[in-house]
């Protein structure tokens, strides 16, 4: 019996070192891990410091490169400044570009002929008459011109026997926006006179 209970202690010993053993062993696994860890770290940030040294060993030539197109940049601006000294000479012609342009105004004849035009093609559609209003003439041949003078005299000039003021101005040369004069287009034939030669 007393063998029995030597062998029991024993082995009750043994299962208990074990399990002292296993946990010391689990204490020591996260230090062994932690130590195991540090030299691969160690290991990985000597392989980023030798690509980041790669790279910018492969970015120097680069900037080399850019260097030498900085210089030709460098060289360009002169060319530009050259090419800027040329206008500057020519400030004369920028001071004639200055002035206003000159206007082109129409000629009574083409305000007659285009009031000749109107009467034609009213006497083609059997109109009686139209009437023509200076402004709006004006307007309608050169917009945003003065020549309020040349359309006036256009459309007295046009004005035949049996025509006749819808609105006549005041001023004593009929020169005005508000002229207006209905033309009779029945009867467009070249013996009609004129509507001042009647008076």
Request: with cysteine; charged share 40%; aromatic share 6%.
């Amino acid at each position: 019996m007393p063998v029995k209970k030597v062998e029991k202690e024993e082995t009750v010993k043994k299962s208990t070192e074990k399990k002292t053993a296993t946990k010391a062993a689990a204490k020591k696994a996260p230090a062994k891990k932690a130590a195991e860890e540090k030299p691969a770290k160690k290991a990985a940030e000597k392989k980023v410091t030798a690509k980041k040294t790669e790279t910018t060993k492969a970015a120097a030539p680069k900037k080399e490169t850019a260097a030498k197109t900085t210089t030709k940049k460098a060289a360009a601006p002169k060319k530009e400044t050259a090419v800027k000294k040329t206008p500057a000479k020519k400030a004369p012609a920028k001071k004639a570009a200055a002035k206003k342009p000159e206007v082109f105004k129409q000629s009574v004849q083409h305000y007659e002929d285009v009031i000749n035009w109107k009467k034609g093609e009213a006497h083609a559609m059997d109109w009686l008459y139209i009437e023509i209003n200076a402004g709006d003439l004006l307007t309608e041949v050169e917009a945003g011109v003065d020549n309020l003078d040349t359309c006036c005299k256009a459309i007295l000039n046009c004005m035949l026997e049996g025509d006749g003021f819808i609105v006549e101005p005041s001023e004593e040369d009929k020169v005005s926006d508000r002229l207006t004069v209905r033309y009779y287009c029945d009867n467009l034939s070249a013996d009609r006179r004129k509507y001042f030669d009647v008076l």
